[in-house]
């Protein structure tokens, strides 16, 4: 009888990308966790996290697990994760930090800040002009 070989390789299996791109999320998760143990500032890493905390499959996954690992990522300069920052606060109806990380994205030239920042302005309404 002959072998037939799986299409996703072994190596494949190993890769946390590649799992969190099929939706593998508890596979994704796990590699990405061994993944930061070894290297620690890898920003990628921890915006995956970020995601994966923010939806729901990682472990414990709260809204504050979620913008710890978005912080992280934009200290180690994944500067599309302050998008992401943005985007949790004004779905949690916290304006003033959507507005504010939405221009920390624009400043950085991320893609779609701009939006992110109007929406954020419009949504404060007024009391826009007391934050600053």
Excluded: I
Excluded at 57 to 63: D, N, S, V
Excluded at 99 to 116: I, L, P
Aim: aromatic residues 12%; proline residues 2%.
């Amino acid at each position: 009888m002959a072998k037939v070989r799986s299409p996703v390789s072994s190596a494949d299996r190993a890769d946390p990308y590649l799992a969190f791109e099929r939706g593998e999320y508890a596979l994704a998760f796990a590699g990405l966790t061994e993944r930061l143990e070894r290297k620690k500032k890898d920003a990628l890493a921890m915006h995956h996290m970020g995601w994966l905390s923010e939806n729901g499959h990682a472990g414990e996954a709260t809204t504050d697990t979620a913008k710890e690992w978005y912080r992280k990522a934009v200290e180690h300069g994944h500067h599309a994760s302050a998008l992401a920052l943005s985007d949790l606060a004004y779905t949690l109806g916290e304006f003033e930090e959507a507005y504010d990380w939405a221009c920390f994205a624009v400043g950085k030239e991320v893609a779609g800040a701009h939006d992110a920042r109007n929406r954020a302005y419009r949504a404060a309404g007024m009391h826009l002009q007391y934050w600053r």
